[in-house]
């Protein structure tokens, strides 16, 4: 399988391979692509402090939920995010932000509500104040 997964995966695969239950869990087990019987990644979502973003293998958004702006980067001509290509590429922006909007609407806290925009600037000061930011 060439194409991004999160850790969060990890846990369903297992229980799928020792033929137990999942319980609600997020994530998916990753059995069918180890396997050969999956057609296509699904894409890999993240928020991290004020960032969300989205990640299909090919192309990543990026939205500050703060300010609202996006970034697109195409990663296999530029895997270290460097450039940001949207004016380019409007419809797969389109689609991607489509997505991370849906997936963002599903999960309350990664929705970059006032409360958790709050408590990630919060953390992003705690990070500085230990010197792993800048």
């Known amino acids: 399988m060439d194409a991004p997964?999160?850790?969060?995966?990890?846990?369903?695969t297992v229980l799928d391979?020792?033929?137990?239950?999942?319980?609600?869990l997020d994530g998916q087990s990753l059995r069918p692509?180890?396997?050969?019987?999956?057609?296509?990644?699904?894409?890999?979502?993240?928020a991290q402090t004020l960032l969300r973003s989205v990640d299909d293998g090919r192309w990543k958004l990026i939205l500050d939920v703060e300010t609202g702006a996006v970034r697109l980067h195409d990663?296999?001509?530029?895997?270290?995010?460097?450039?940001?290509?949207?004016?380019?590429?409007?419809?797969?922006?389109?689609?991607l932000r489509a997505?991370?909007?849906?997936?963002?609407?599903?999960?309350?806290?990664?929705?970059?509500?006032?409360?958790?925009?709050?408590?990630?600037r919060a953390v992003e000061k705690r990070l500085e104040a230990l010197g792993y930011l800048q």
């Open 5 to 12: 997964v999160e850790n969060l995966d990890i846990v369903p």
């Open 17 to 24: 391979y020792l033929g137990l239950a999942s319980p609600e």
């Open 33 to 46: 692509w180890i396997e050969g019987r999956a057609a296509a990644a699904q894409p890999v979502f993240s």
């Open 75 to 95: 990663l296999r001509a530029d895997p270290l995010e460097r450039n940001d290509v949207s004016e380019n590429h409007p419809e797969i922006l389109l689609r």
């Open 99 to 120: 997505a991370l909007d849906q997936w963002m609407a599903e999960r309350e806290e990664a929705s970059g509500t006032p409360r958790t925009i709050e408590g990630s």
